[in-house]
Each structure stands twice: as C-alpha cells, then as structure tokens.
C-alpha cells in the first residue's frame, strides 16, 4: 500500500526563532488527532534571511485527504488549490482578504503526496 504525507512549509517574516518554534508547536497539537508528526524542522530561510521557515512533515492517521483540508481550513483562509494524479497542494499568500493563523506570515504552502505504487519497484 503506498504511504502518504503531508508537508506544510510556512514563511513567517520575523528575526525571532523562538516565535517560530511557539508556533510550531501550536500548529502540531492542532492537528494531532488527525496525523502523526515525522519531521519538524525551523530555520533561517536561505534565500530570504529576513524569513524563518517552518517545515512540518505529518503522516495522516487516516483519511489523508481528510486530514489535507482540515490543516489548510485551520490554517488560513484563501488558498489556491491544485492536483495531480499522486499530489494535492494548497498554497496561500497574503493579501486584504486572506487571514492565517500565525502573524506575519508571507507564504504558506501544504502538500498532500501520495507515493507511486510504482516506487518501490525500481
């Protein structure tokens, strides 16, 4: 049976790390009836210096497209959505009407990805 994750990458335009990781922290109990935190990870972003970068990597309990919508609901409002045959992914940006859940984010992204049933042949 394939495995599926989901990934949520979050760009908060802070200095303050700390802030970041308190963030982190509230955005893994918000799903955590829904999916299993694998890897967390919270730096500088190297790009952008200005920008601190959250990356959750959450393996979903059960329903995974379930899961997929209820973080991005949670997580804001005004995403754009698209899908392939293995991913789904949400991206959000600022803007008037869109609102997120943590300040001063300026780029958001949750990606649902499903691994080929083919990958394991090669």
């Known amino acids: 049976m394939p495995s599926t994750i989901i990934l949520v990458r979050v760009f908060v335009e802070t200095s303050q790390i700390e802030l970041c990781e308190q963030a982190a922290v509230s955005v893994i109990s918000m799903f955590e009836?829904?999916?299993?935190l694998s890897r967390k990870s919270i730096n500088t972003y190297w790009?952008?210096?200005?920008?601190?970068?959250?990356?959750?990597?959450?393996i979903?309990?059960?329903?995974?497209?379930?899961?997929?919508?209820?973080?991005?609901?949670e997580l804001g409002q005004g995403w754009n959505f698209r899908q392939s045959s293995l991913e789904k992914w949400a991206v959000w940006t600022p803007s008037e009407?869109?609102?997120?859940?943590?300040s001063d984010v300026r780029w958001a992204s949750v990606d649902l990805i499903q691994e080929s049933p083919f990958s394991s042949i090669m």
């Open 97 to 102: 009407l869109n609102k997120f859940s943590i």
């Open 60 to 73: 979903p309990k059960e329903d995974s497209d379930a899961a997929f919508q209820h973080i991005v609901d």
């Open 33 to 36: 009836q829904c999916v299993g």
């Open 47 to 58: 790009k952008s210096p200005q920008y601190i970068e959250i990356f959750l990597e959450f």
